[in-house]
Protein backbone atom coordinates (compact mmCIF):
# COMPACT_ATOMS: atom_id res chain seq x y z
CA UNK A 1 0.00 0.00 0.00
CA UNK A 2 1.00 3.66 -0.55
CA UNK A 3 2.53 5.47 2.12
CA UNK A 4 4.75 8.54 2.82
CA UNK A 5 5.59 8.74 6.64
CA UNK A 6 7.09 11.70 8.43
CA UNK A 7 8.07 12.69 12.44
CA UNK A 8 4.07 13.47 12.34
CA UNK A 9 3.26 9.41 11.35
CA UNK A 10 2.13 8.33 7.91
CA UNK A 11 -0.39 9.25 5.58
CA UNK A 12 -1.89 6.70 3.76
CA UNK A 13 -5.68 4.93 2.49
CA UNK A 14 -7.87 3.71 5.34
CA UNK A 15 -8.74 0.21 5.00
CA UNK A 16 -12.68 -1.24 5.69
CA UNK A 17 -11.42 -2.69 8.84
CA UNK A 18 -10.29 0.98 10.33
CA UNK A 19 -13.64 2.88 10.32
CA UNK A 20 -13.27 3.31 14.09
CA UNK A 21 -9.93 4.81 14.00
CA UNK A 22 -12.09 7.23 11.18
CA UNK A 23 -15.22 8.09 13.57
CA UNK A 24 -12.93 8.37 16.38
CA UNK A 25 -11.00 11.04 14.71
CA UNK A 26 -14.06 12.82 13.97
CA UNK A 27 -15.19 12.42 17.15
CA UNK A 28 -11.97 14.16 19.22
CA UNK A 29 -12.58 17.02 16.56
CA UNK A 30 -13.29 20.23 18.77
CA UNK A 31 -16.71 22.10 18.44
CA UNK A 32 -15.27 24.82 16.50
CA UNK A 33 -13.76 21.89 13.70
CA UNK A 34 -16.84 20.07 13.68
CA UNK A 35 -18.73 22.99 12.72
CA UNK A 36 -16.59 23.76 9.94
CA UNK A 37 -16.58 20.40 8.52
CA UNK A 38 -19.84 19.46 9.01
CA UNK A 39 -20.99 22.49 7.83
CA UNK A 40 -23.56 22.44 11.34
CA UNK A 41 -24.15 20.99 14.25
CA UNK A 42 -22.50 17.11 14.18
CA UNK A 43 -23.59 15.90 17.74
CA UNK A 44 -21.38 12.05 17.79
CA UNK A 45 -24.53 10.23 17.03
CA UNK A 46 -24.45 12.08 13.52
CA UNK A 47 -20.45 11.69 13.38
CA UNK A 48 -20.92 7.80 13.91
CA UNK A 49 -23.57 7.21 10.80
CA UNK A 50 -21.78 9.06 9.13
CA UNK A 51 -18.49 7.82 9.51
CA UNK A 52 -20.08 4.62 8.63
CA UNK A 53 -21.48 5.71 5.61
CA UNK A 54 -18.00 6.16 4.83
CA UNK A 55 -16.93 2.81 4.70
CA UNK A 56 -19.97 1.50 3.59
CA UNK A 57 -20.29 2.20 -0.11
CA UNK A 58 -17.86 4.35 -2.49
CA UNK A 59 -15.72 6.87 -0.32
CA UNK A 60 -11.97 6.72 -0.55
CA UNK A 61 -10.71 7.75 3.11
CA UNK A 62 -7.29 8.92 3.41
CA UNK A 63 -5.37 9.59 6.88
CA UNK A 64 -2.72 10.86 8.66
CA UNK A 65 -1.85 7.96 11.15
CA UNK A 66 0.52 8.61 14.17
CA UNK A 67 3.09 6.68 15.79
CA UNK A 68 0.28 5.25 18.29
CA UNK A 69 -1.98 4.35 15.53
CA UNK A 70 -4.25 6.77 15.93
CA UNK A 71 -5.91 8.87 13.23
CA UNK A 72 -5.43 12.60 13.10
CA UNK A 73 -6.27 13.80 10.13
CA UNK A 74 -8.04 12.88 7.31
CA UNK A 75 -8.80 13.60 3.72
CA UNK A 76 -12.17 12.11 2.29
CA UNK A 77 -12.80 11.57 -1.98
CA UNK A 78 -16.75 10.89 -2.39
CA UNK A 79 -16.95 9.94 -6.18
CA UNK A 80 -19.87 11.84 -8.57
CA UNK A 81 -23.35 11.37 -8.17
CA UNK A 82 -25.56 11.98 -11.50
CA UNK A 83 -24.33 15.15 -12.78
CA UNK A 84 -22.44 16.40 -9.32
CA UNK A 85 -18.88 16.59 -9.07
CA UNK A 86 -16.56 14.62 -6.37
CA UNK A 87 -16.92 15.54 -3.39
CA UNK A 88 -13.74 16.24 -0.69
CA UNK A 89 -13.56 17.31 2.50
CA UNK A 90 -10.75 17.47 5.23
CA UNK A 91 -9.85 17.52 9.44
CA UNK A 92 -7.24 18.00 11.44
CA UNK A 93 -7.12 17.41 14.89
CA UNK A 94 -6.77 21.21 16.90
CA UNK A 95 -3.05 20.38 17.61
CA UNK A 96 -1.72 19.40 14.88
CA UNK A 97 -2.61 22.45 12.55
CA UNK A 98 -0.43 24.60 10.66
CA UNK A 99 1.97 21.89 10.28
CA UNK A 100 1.21 21.09 6.64
CA UNK A 101 -1.07 17.88 7.22
CA UNK A 102 -4.16 19.04 5.14
CA UNK A 103 -1.93 20.28 2.11
CA UNK A 104 -0.72 16.73 2.64
CA UNK A 105 -3.73 14.93 2.21
CA UNK A 106 -5.42 17.22 -0.38
CA UNK A 107 -2.18 16.53 -2.35
CA UNK A 108 -3.25 12.60 -1.87
CA UNK A 109 -6.51 13.19 -2.41
CA UNK A 110 -6.24 14.91 -5.49
CA UNK A 111 -4.04 12.32 -6.69
CA UNK A 112 -6.31 9.40 -6.29
CA UNK A 113 -9.02 11.51 -7.88
CA UNK A 114 -6.54 11.96 -10.90
CA UNK A 115 -6.29 8.16 -10.78
CA UNK A 116 -10.02 7.45 -10.69
CA UNK A 117 -10.24 9.70 -13.90
CA UNK A 118 -12.47 12.89 -12.14
CA UNK A 119 -11.44 15.84 -13.36
CA UNK A 120 -13.70 17.81 -11.19
CA UNK A 121 -13.60 18.44 -7.36
CA UNK A 122 -15.74 20.23 -4.80
CA UNK A 123 -15.36 21.47 -1.43
CA UNK A 124 -17.61 22.76 0.88
CA UNK A 125 -18.04 24.68 4.47
CA UNK A 126 -19.50 27.53 5.90
CA UNK A 127 -18.90 31.04 4.57
CA UNK A 128 -16.77 31.78 7.34
CA UNK A 129 -13.81 29.25 7.21
CA UNK A 130 -10.81 31.55 6.34
CA UNK A 131 -8.66 28.34 7.08
CA UNK A 132 -10.44 25.97 4.50
CA UNK A 133 -10.73 28.29 1.66
CA UNK A 134 -7.11 29.29 1.94
CA UNK A 135 -6.24 25.51 1.98
CA UNK A 136 -8.21 25.04 -0.90
CA UNK A 137 -6.91 28.04 -2.75
CA UNK A 138 -3.40 26.53 -2.77
CA UNK A 139 -4.42 23.95 -4.92
CA UNK A 140 -6.30 25.89 -7.43
CA UNK A 141 -9.88 26.36 -5.92
CA UNK A 142 -12.28 29.01 -6.73
CA UNK A 143 -15.21 29.73 -4.53
CA UNK A 144 -18.56 31.00 -5.04
CA UNK A 145 -21.23 31.85 -1.92
CA UNK A 146 -24.38 30.48 -1.50
CA UNK A 147 -26.77 31.17 1.63
CA UNK A 148 -23.75 30.74 4.39
CA UNK A 149 -22.15 28.26 2.09
CA UNK A 150 -18.27 28.55 0.26
CA UNK A 151 -18.68 26.04 -2.44
CA UNK A 152 -15.01 25.33 -3.94
CA UNK A 153 -14.53 24.04 -7.19
CA UNK A 154 -11.05 22.61 -8.55
CA UNK A 155 -10.03 21.03 -11.92
CA UNK A 156 -7.59 18.17 -11.39
CA UNK A 157 -7.67 16.32 -14.83
CA UNK A 158 -4.48 14.47 -15.20
CA UNK A 159 -1.89 15.83 -17.64
CA UNK A 160 -1.86 13.70 -20.74
CA UNK A 161 0.18 10.72 -20.68
CA UNK A 162 3.39 10.26 -23.06
CA UNK A 163 3.58 9.09 -26.64
CA UNK A 164 3.83 5.64 -26.64
CA UNK A 165 2.21 4.87 -23.13
CA UNK A 166 0.13 1.48 -23.19
CA UNK A 167 -3.17 2.49 -21.50
CA UNK A 168 -3.66 -0.27 -19.92
CA UNK A 169 -1.67 0.86 -16.94
CA UNK A 170 -3.03 4.22 -16.87
CA UNK A 171 -4.54 3.73 -13.24
CA UNK A 172 -1.40 2.77 -11.73
CA UNK A 173 0.25 5.59 -13.72
CA UNK A 174 -1.39 8.07 -11.99
CA UNK A 175 -2.22 6.47 -8.82
CA UNK A 176 -0.95 8.29 -5.76
CA UNK A 177 2.47 8.60 -5.36
CA UNK A 178 2.98 9.83 -1.73
CA UNK A 179 6.68 10.83 -2.46
CA UNK A 180 9.12 12.75 0.54
CA UNK A 181 6.77 14.03 3.21
C1 LIG B 1 -9.00 23.34 7.39
C2 LIG B 1 -8.01 22.38 8.07
C3 LIG B 1 -8.30 20.97 7.55
C4 LIG B 1 -6.58 22.81 7.70
O1 LIG B 1 -5.68 21.83 8.25
P1 LIG B 1 -4.12 22.14 8.48
O2 LIG B 1 -3.42 20.84 8.60
O3 LIG B 1 -3.98 23.09 9.59
O4 LIG B 1 -3.73 22.86 7.11
P2 LIG B 1 -2.24 23.14 6.60
O5 LIG B 1 -1.30 23.22 7.75
O6 LIG B 1 -1.95 22.18 5.51
O7 LIG B 1 -2.42 24.60 6.01
C5 LIG B 1 -2.76 24.79 4.64
C6 LIG B 1 -3.01 26.25 4.37
O8 LIG B 1 -4.24 26.60 4.89
C7 LIG B 1 -4.18 27.93 5.38
N1 LIG B 1 -4.63 27.91 6.76
C8 LIG B 1 -4.65 26.84 7.61
N2 LIG B 1 -5.20 27.20 8.77
C9 LIG B 1 -5.52 28.50 8.65
C10 LIG B 1 -6.15 29.43 9.52
N3 LIG B 1 -6.55 29.07 10.76
N4 LIG B 1 -6.37 30.68 9.07
C11 LIG B 1 -5.98 31.05 7.83
N5 LIG B 1 -5.39 30.20 6.95
C12 LIG B 1 -5.17 28.95 7.37
C13 LIG B 1 -2.79 28.42 5.19
O9 LIG B 1 -2.78 29.16 3.98
C14 LIG B 1 -2.00 27.18 5.02
O10 LIG B 1 -0.95 27.31 4.13
P3 LIG B 1 0.47 27.86 4.61
O11 LIG B 1 0.73 27.26 5.95
O12 LIG B 1 1.37 27.37 3.51
O13 LIG B 1 0.30 29.32 4.67
C15 LIG B 1 -8.15 22.43 9.62
O14 LIG B 1 -8.11 23.77 10.05
C16 LIG B 1 -9.41 21.78 10.13
O15 LIG B 1 -9.47 20.58 10.38
N6 LIG B 1 -10.49 22.58 10.32
C17 LIG B 1 -11.76 22.02 10.78
C18 LIG B 1 -12.46 21.19 9.69
C19 LIG B 1 -12.63 21.99 8.40
O16 LIG B 1 -12.85 23.18 8.40
N7 LIG B 1 -12.51 21.28 7.26
C20 LIG B 1 -12.64 21.92 5.95
C21 LIG B 1 -14.00 21.79 5.39
S1 LIG B 1 -14.26 20.19 4.67
Given amino acids: ?18 QQLHREHLIRLDPEGRRDRFNGIAD ?4 THYSARCFAGVTRVFAL ?6 VRGTGE ?18 QLRRRGIASKLFETVIAAARA ?13 NQAMRALARKFGA ?15 AAPPLAAGHDGKTL ?9 GW
Avoid: C, K
Fill in 77 to 94: LHPPEGDEPADIAFSVEP
Fill in 65 to 70: VDHDGH
Fill in 171 to 179: RQARAPAFA
Fill in 44 to 47: DTFI
Fill in 142 to 156: SFAFSYGEAIGTLMV
Fill in 1 to 18: MARASSALGTIRELSDLE
Fill in 116 to 128: EGFDQLRITSSSD
